[in-house]
């Protein structure tokens, strides 16, 4: 399975690490070994010292495509969840000043946090979702899709003219504003609506 990631898709994120807003998606992938397995540890990289988390809405694809219209494209994806794009953010500023490929600081093992999956149903496909984050018990981030620069069927269009979408994929939309810094000893729970998602503890 392949883990697709969008970056910049929230203007106000855009902005609080001062990059333009984007006229196409930002994409950029993790390996199936970035996923944290579920009820698995998370322990705090040792190559960074400014882990940051960044929560998103979360598309799982059930149908295999390629090339596929922004009009069909609500047909290749089947679920929602909310999962976290940990991010190296020392070690992607020191890239993105080299001009650099941003792996090290985003595809590392363990990385990529996935909540329980929700099936969609005709009437949430129709209806904006809410999610939020809270670290140890408070609200820290907090997205709604309509703030979106690309909507979901925007991103699977835009992916699938690069790259075959097979069932399984995930597609990690991107953040919205309130990115912040991780510690050992934090715990991070993600929300879907009011729906508790997943709950990670840094070790
Ligand atoms: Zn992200």
């Given at each position: 399975?392949?883990?697709?990631?969008?970056?910049?898709?929230?203007?106000?994120?855009?902005?609080?690490l001062g990059?333009?807003?984007?006229?196409?998606?930002?994409?950029?992938?993790?390996?199936?070994?970035?996923?944290?397995?579920?009820?698995?540890?998370?322990?705090?990289?040792?190559?960074?010292?400014d882990?940051?988390?960044?929560?998103?809405?979360?598309?799982?694809?059930?149908?295999?495509?390629?090339?596929?219209?922004?009009?069909?494209?609500?047909?290749?994806?089947?679920?929602?969840?909310?999962?976290?794009?940990?991010t190296a953010r020392d070690v992607q500023a020191e890239l993105k000043k080299k001009?650099?490929?941003?792996?090290?600081a985003?595809?590392?093992?363990?990385?990529?946090?996935?909540?329980?999956?929700?099936?969609?149903?005709?009437?949430?496909?129709?209806?904006?979702?809410?999610?939020?984050?809270?670290?140890?018990?408070?609200?820290?981030?907090?997205?709604?899709?309509?703030?979106?620069?690309?909507?979901?069927?925007?991103?699977?269009?835009?992916?699938?003219?690069?790259?075959?979408?097979?069932?399984?994929?995930?597609?990690?939309?991107?953040?919205?504003?309130?990115?912040?810094?991780?510690?050992?000893?934090?715990?991070?729970?993600?929300?879907?609506?009011?729906?508790?998602?997943?709950?990670?503890?840094?070790?």
């Amino acid at each position: 399975m392949k883990i697709f990631c969008v970056g910049r898709n929230y203007a106000e994120h855009a902005k609080e690490l001062g990059n333009a807003i984007p006229e196409d998606p930002v994409i950029f992938m993790k390996p199936a070994t970035a996923l944290l397995p579920q009820h698995g540890s998370f322990y705090y990289p040792e190559f960074t010292k400014d882990l940051h988390y960044e929560l998103e809405l979360v598309l799982r694809i059930g149908k295999n495509g390629k090339n596929i219209s922004e009009n069909e494209a609500h047909a290749y994806y089947d679920a929602i969840t909310v999962g976290i794009d940990f991010t190296a953010r020392d070690v992607q500023a020191e890239l993105k000043k080299k001009g650099l490929p941003w792996e090290k600081a985003k595809a590392w093992d363990h990385s990529a946090v996935l909540g329980e999956w929700v099936s969609l149903t005709d009437e949430m496909r129709h209806n904006p979702f809410q999610f939020s984050l809270k670290k140890n018990q408070q609200t820290v981030q907090k997205g709604d899709s309509t703030d979106m620069i690309f909507s979901f069927d925007k991103l699977v269009a835009h992916i699938s003219t690069y790259f075959s979408l097979n069932i399984g994929d995930c597609i990690y939309t991107g953040t919205p504003a309130g990115v912040g810094a991780c510690e050992v000893g934090d715990d991070l729970e993600g929300f879907l609506g009011n729906d508790k998602k997943f709950a990670v503890e840094i070790k």
